[in-house]
């Protein structure tokens, strides 16, 4: 079985600040990672995956993610919030089945 | 290429009546998933299909909630009958066949249970 922990279900920064959001995953078969964001009455959209290739992942935004194998974890960083980066972000394994997403963080930037 | 849509966008609806939620996966995906968050918590997942068979059905609450995608294009999900703790956002998503691919999401269906 596969799951994920996101630590934190609210961080707050202020613009220009680094953000990171925390995610340790649990899966019994190496995974496939996602960090997904969604906007107000949106659906999710796809940030960035972890598939086995590089460990450091660039996404979309300016975001990137680092797979750390020893730490089960799969951290979603921007050196620089911006205000348009306010929403709820979500991590999310995948074992090659299905996939399971984390409860959730929600990013608040403060001007 | 158009994305997942989802039909109603809100839907509001007595204790005991029946709602049928509808998702029209991106053209070509094979795979069509059904998830549900409810109040702020975790995104959960209902069902899996892989064109118009189901997968993985685990995740579905009880008998109450049927899921069929007749044909391998669209998909229904219907509640009867629906009760309080069904409310919730009911996302669909759908994606091409192989284990790296992301899944593309629907705005999702804002179902209220009065």
């Known amino acids: 079985a596969q799951s994920v922990t996101q630590l934190g279900s609210h961080v707050s920064v202020s613009e220009g600040a680094l953000v990171l959001l925390r995610c340790n995953y649990s899966?019994?078969?190496?995974?496939?990672l996602f960090w997904y964001v969604q906007y107000p009455n949106q659906g999710l959209q796809l940030l960035l995956k972890?598939?086995?290739?590089?460990?450091l992942v660039k996404g979309i935004n300016g975001f990137e993610a680092e797979f750390k194998k020893s730490e089960t974890s799969f951290h979603l960083t921007k050196p620089s919030a911006h205000m348009s980066d306010a929403a709820e972000y979500f991590c999310?394994?995948?074992?090659?089945?299905?996939?399971?997403f984390g409860a959730g963080t929600r990013l608040t930037v403060k001007p | 290429e158009a994305g997942v849509t989802q039909f109603p966008s809100h839907s509001v609806i007595e204790k005991g009546q029946t709602v049928t939620l509808r998702c029209d996966p991106i053209?070509?995906?094979?795979?069509l998933y059904w998830y549900r968050r409810v109040m702020g918590k975790e995104i959960k997942f209902l069902l899996h299909?892989?064109?118009?068979?189901?997968?993985?059905e685990s995740g579905m609450p009880n008998n109450r909630f049927l899921a069929e995608r007749t044909g391998g294009t669209y998909s229904t999900l219907k509640v009867q009958p629906a009760e309080l703790e069904d409310s919730g956002v009911y996302f669909c998503?759908?994606?091409?066949?192989?284990?790296?691919?992301?899944?593309?999401f629907g705005d999702g269906t804002r179902l209220s249970i009065l």
């Open positions: 999310a394994v995948s074992d090659g089945n299905d996939m399971r």
């Open positions: 998503a759908s994606s091409q066949l192989g284990f790296e691919q992301p899944q593309h």
């Open positions: 899966s019994s078969v190496p995974p496939y």
């Open positions: 053209s070509g995906h094979d795979n």
């Open positions: 972890y598939t086995s290739a590089a460990t």
């Open positions: 299909f892989v064109k118009e068979s189901k997968q993985d």
